[in-house]
């Protein structure tokens, strides 16, 4: 990972640490796989991505796309395999992920943090909830603990942080405090449905999101233009 992040920043590529990785970072999680980074969607900084994981000796992981600035602006993720001790990082990249607006904007709310590795470009918390909204259940444990560290950085919250945290919290024990807080009083039942039907609507809208985004990785890869897995991006610099 050090040496990634490294290699990033000598090639001076604009990006932002998301996902797992960033959650572990703001204590809001304990675990993640993989290394996920938002970059700066344009044809000089995916030029600068592909020398960075050049150097650092990186493969095509997985339905990765042909690195071209139209898969990017239209969402897709390219996937790679960074040798590494005692394992090697598997890094996901992204150009124009769903929920955040523009790479610009999100840069300018970002934090610039030291890590283990290195300092690091950090999406900022409520950026990092909005990606968070996912087909998967566990992100949204992780959302509820990304609401408690903003709440945290905050002693005496304002009526708005405390409607985006009450808005953003999807456990019981923690969403109806901050509504009562806020002169709402629900019961633990209602409160329990009202999180359960917001949190099927947002994996409802994750998967349509992705839906056409499948259908053409689909096609790509019947036509067999999918980056081959297992190829050494140092042979897409050339």
Same mark, same amino acid.
């Given at each position: 990972?050090?040496?990634?992040?490294?290699?990033?920043?000598?090639?001076?590529?604009?990006?932002?640490?998301?996902?797992?990785?960033?959650?572990?970072?703001?204590?809001?999680?304990?675990?993640?796989?993989?290394?996920?980074?938002?970059?700066?969607?344009?044809?000089?900084?995916?030029?600068?991505?592909?020398?960075?994981?050049?150097?650092?000796?990186?493969?095509?992981? $997985?339905?990765?796309?042909?690195?071209?600035?139209?898969?990017?602006?239209?969402?897709?993720?390219?996937?790679?395999?960074?040798?590494?001790?005692?394992?090697?990082?598997?890094?996901?990249?992204?150009?124009?992920?769903?929920?955040?607006?523009?790479?610009?904007?999100?840069?300018?709310?970002?934090?610039?943090?030291?890590?283990?590795?290195?300092?690091?470009?950090?999406?900022?918390?409520?950026?990092?909830?909005?990606?968070? $909204?996912?087909?998967?259940?566990?992100?949204?444990?992780?959302?509820?603990?990304?609401?408690?560290?903003?709440?945290?950085?905050?002693? $005496?919250?304002?009526?708005?942080?405390?409607?985006?945290?009450?808005?953003?919290?999807?456990?019981?024990?923690?969403?109806?405090?901050?509504?009562?807080?806020?002169?709402?009083?629900?019961?633990?039942?209602?409160?329990?449905?009202?999180?359960?039907?917001?949190?099927?609507?947002?994996?409802?809208?994750?998967?349509?999101?992705?839906?056409?985004?499948?259908?053409?990785?689909?096609?790509?890869?019947?036509?067999?233009?999918?980056?081959?897995?297992?190829?050494?991006?140092?042979?897409?610099?050339?």
């Amino acid at each position: 990972m050090r040496r990634l992040i490294r290699a990033f920043e000598a090639s001076d590529l604009a990006y932002l640490l998301i996902g797992g990785q960033a959650s572990i970072v703001y204590g809001a999680a304990t675990f993640s796989e993989d290394v996920d980074v938002w970059i700066e969607p344009s044809r000089a900084n995916l030029g600068r991505l592909l020398a960075a994981l050049a150097g650092c000796g990186a493969r095509v992981y $997985k339905l990765t796309p042909p690195m071209e600035l139209r898969h990017a602006r239209r969402g897709h993720g390219f996937h790679f395999v960074v040798p590494g001790r005692p394992l090697p990082t598997y890094l996901d990249v992204m150009c124009r992920p769903p929920r955040v607006g523009s790479f610009r904007a999100a840069s300018g709310r970002c934090r610039r943090v030291d890590t283990p590795w290195g300092e690091v470009p950090l999406v900022s918390i409520r950026d990092l909830v909005e990606l968070k $909204k996912t087909r998967r259940l566990s992100d949204y444990e992780v959302i509820s603990n990304l609401v408690l560290v903003r709440l945290g950085e905050r002693p $005496k919250p304002g009526p708005a942080l405390l409607r985006w945290a009450a808005r953003n919290s999807f456990r019981v024990e923690d969403r109806r405090p901050l509504l009562a807080r806020l002169g709402e009083a629900v019961t633990e039942s209602q409160c329990r449905r009202d999180i359960a039907t917001e949190i099927a609507r947002l994996q409802a809208d994750d998967i349509a999101h992705w839906r056409s985004r499948l259908a053409e990785l689909r096609e790509l890869r019947a036509s067999r233009r999918l980056l081959a897995e297992g190829l050494a991006v140092r042979t897409l610099t050339r």
